[in-house]
């Protein structure tokens, strides 16, 4: 994961970068940190981060830490490894329908529509994964900067259904399943994407 040495405090509502973070024409110049854009929904993330970093002693002594999602996700390693496995089976799943196939979007009174569709290259599924991958680490409470854009801008147009978004969550828990991540991680990650549902979920 090609991230900066600055360390990102708080959870960032990660939840699908998903295709939308590796499109646009060319690169772009990473925008300030930015969250998921639902300002509520990013405090009761950051607190229940902040919950689960320090665990107070039963003796009422001094507050132990835990490790972090990020560390016991298994740091850079093991996120960029449940990356690609996710992005492998949502690309994959017709359901979760990444690839915007038989999507239109735009116009005015049904005039005008365009095709959403989106044709990845492989420079396009490198950056998907390395923003998602990032999403997952800040959220995590992980040494890396998200330089993806935000969630909300990024998926607008898309018309994104709840239950493409399912099948999303079906996808990573598959992946999760797969690798053997433990009950508790899956809880926490699981919770952050569906946090984010407000911010991609378009077509209700």
């Not at 969630?151 to 990573?172: K, R, T, Y």
């Not at 926490?188 to 407000?198: I, K, N, P, T, Y």
């Amino acid at each position: 994961m090609k991230s900066r040495s600055t360390t990102m405090p708080g959870a960032l509502l990660l939840a699908c970068a998903l295709c939308a973070c590796a499109r646009g024409g060319g690169e772009q110049e990473p925008e300030t940190f930015s969250t998921s854009g639902n300002s509520e929904a990013d405090q009761r993330a950051e607190q229940r981060m902040s919950k689960q970093d320090e665990l107070q002693g039963s003796d009422g002594g001094e507050p132990q830490t835990r490790p972090t999602l990020y560390q016991r996700l298994g740091e850079e390693a093991g996120v960029q490894t449940l990356v690609a496995d996710f992005v492998r089976r949502a690309l994959a799943d017709p359901r979760v329908n990444w690839k915007r196939t038989g999507v239109r979007s735009g116009g005015f009174l049904g005039l005008g529509r365009r095709s959403a569709q989106w044709t990845p290259t492989e420079d396009d599924i490198d950056r998907l994964e390395l923003h998602l991958a990032q999403f997952i680490a800040v959220a995590g409470g992980g040494p890396t900067q998200y330089e993806g854009r935000n969630l909300a801008a990024v998926h607008d147009g898309l018309a994104i259904s709840n239950a493409e978004f399912d099948a999303s969550i079906g996808a990573l828990k598959a992946s999760l399943d797969a690798l053997k991540v433990g009950t508790d991680e899956q809880k926490e990650l699981l919770a952050l994407f569906e946090s984010a549902r407000s911010q991609i979920v378009r077509k209700r």
